[in-house]
């Protein structure tokens, strides 16, 4: 009996033991971690928001929000870009005062490194200098002008080729104002307004016409611009639902609009009325007999 007993009460405290330990643990879910992919100087690096977080200094438990992300990765491509531009700085400066203690210390090297053959050049020079040592005294005077004519020529051609160069942008400068001015005052008589868009739109006509030989001025172009923006705005007028036809004409283009037809509206009323008050007059006049029968007359024969 009393074991018995005491199996009871171990049977109950185990099942306590299991109810108290069946108590369901609430973890709370784990928070992704922020990632970005960044390109500097087209080398694409990888970087994530516990990286970013060691290198401010920032607890790794502690949130940051979108936008201190975002912030956190600009400053760092940022700070990327300059480390790489003072590398490259530093690796070109390294260069050029390798290049300027060859040439002084061992150029023959130098000439190695860039693709030359140190020893064919030293021969080549060799047997110039020979050959002109060996020349006659007129003979290498008449080289020497010879080679300062060329060089001038080259100077002389190129200075000519800017000058051109100049001119013609000059006078491509002085023709783009005139036809601007043109266009502008085309406009003044029409309803377009003197947006680049528009200006633009005229001179592509003009440099059309003239491709053709047509000759023509910016006031014959503007309806066929007007035409233009009249079939483009209905075709995306006809695109759109109303809603957002509503939100392309405008609040105030539209109110506007409304004015006008409520106006003209207003307009064919009036003289509707006066057109239908002629004749009630006219029936309210009182005529002769006479005037009776004359226009009965002439009912009869028209």
């Known amino acids: ?42 080398q694409v690096m990888q970087i994530n928001e516990r990286q970013l977080k060691a290198l401010w200094g920032l607890p790794e438990n502690e949130p940051i ?47 190695e490194k860039a693709g030359y053959n140190p020893r064919q050049l030293a021969e080549e020079y060799l047997t110039q200098a020979i050959e002109e040592d060996m020349l006659p005294e007129n003979e290498r005077e008449l080289r020497k002008v010879r080679y300062e004519k060329e060089e ?14 100049e001119q013609i942008q000059q006078v491509v ?3 783009e104002q005139e036809i601007t001015g043109q266009i502008i005052d085309a406009l003044d008589s029409s309803s377009l307004p003197k947006s680049p868009e528009v200006v633009k739109r005229i001179a592509n006509y003009m440099l059309i016409a003239e491709q053709k030989g047509i000759a023509i001025n910016p006031k014959q172009i503007i ?23 509503i ?12 004015q006008d037809d409520l106006a003209r509206l207003k307009t064919n009323q009036s003289q509707s009325n006066q057109s239908q ?21 002439e009912r009869i024969r028209s």
């Open 247 to 258: 939100n392309y004409i405008g609040e105030d283009l539209l109110k506007q609009i409304r």
């Open 65 to 111: 929000t979108d936008k201190e992300f975002k912030t956190m990765v600009s400053s760092y491509k940022a700070q990327k870009t300059s480390d790489i531009a003072t590398r490259n700085a530093r690796h070109q400066e390294k260069l050029v005062k390798e290049i300027a203690d060859l040439i002084q210390t061992n150029p023959w090297q130098l000439l």
């Open 223 to 245: 309806p066929l611009v007007e035409e233009d923006f009249r079939n483009l705005n209905a075709q995306i007028l006809k695109s759109l639902d109303p809603a957002k036809r």
């Open 277 to 297: 008050s002629k004749p009630r007059q006219l029936l309210n006049k009182k005529i002769t007999k006479e005037e009776w029968r004359k226009e009965l007359a």
């Open 173 to 175: 400068q002085q023709v």
């Open 1 to 42: 009996m009393e074991e018995q007993s005491t199996e009871a009460i171990d049977e109950s405290v185990l099942s306590e033991g299991i109810e108290e330990s069946g108590e369901v643990i609430q973890t709370t879910p784990e928070i992704p971690i922020k990632e970005a992919r960044i390109d500097v100087n087209g």
């Open 152 to 165: 001038l020529e080259k100077v002389y051609k190129m200075e000519l080729d800017r000058r051109e160069q």
